[in-house]
């Protein structure tokens, strides 16, 4: 009879962990697909009034929500205020290339991909409010 219960407790276990890994890949899968269909917009940043603005982006496993100060019709800073990452913190730099460059395609940060678009898109998102 103990081996039994021990069987199938050992069954249930299995179980549990497999639907666990399962639901982990689909959200795997869900994240890298949400990576992948983001896109960027063209803005035009000096029709933008002064101003301090604030965006973000979720794609789940990455985060990220900045302000944006935009004088004269240029961005003069962004402030990085939460960035949830995997390994792409390197990719906080992106914020001075959108500044050097005034706007927010600018090319990734290399090993940081996706954190890169996570972050070019929240600025884009503080800059369309």
């Avoid at 004088?71 to 500044?99: C, F, P, W, Y």
């Amino acid at each position: 009879m103990k081996k039994r219960i021990f069987l199938c407790m050992l069954m249930v276990l299995f179980l549990i962990t497999l639907i666990g890994t399962a639901v982990y890949v689909k959200s795997v899968a869900d994240y890298k697909r949400a990576v992948k269909e983001t896109s960027l917009d063209d803005i035009d940043i000096s029709r933008i009034s002064d101003g301090t603005y604030i965006g973000e982006y979720d794609v789940n496993f990455i985060y990220a929500k900045v302000e944006v100060t935009v004088q004269n019709g240029r961005i003069t800073d962004i402030v990085l205020l939460e960035h949830k990452n995997e390994r792409g913190k390197s990719a906080e730099m992106i914020t001075d290339r959108i500044i050097e460059q005034q706007k927010t395609d600018v090319d990734a940060v290399s090993g940081a991909t996706n954190s890169s678009v996570v972050i070019k898109k929240a600025v884009e998102n503080a800059l369309r409010e």
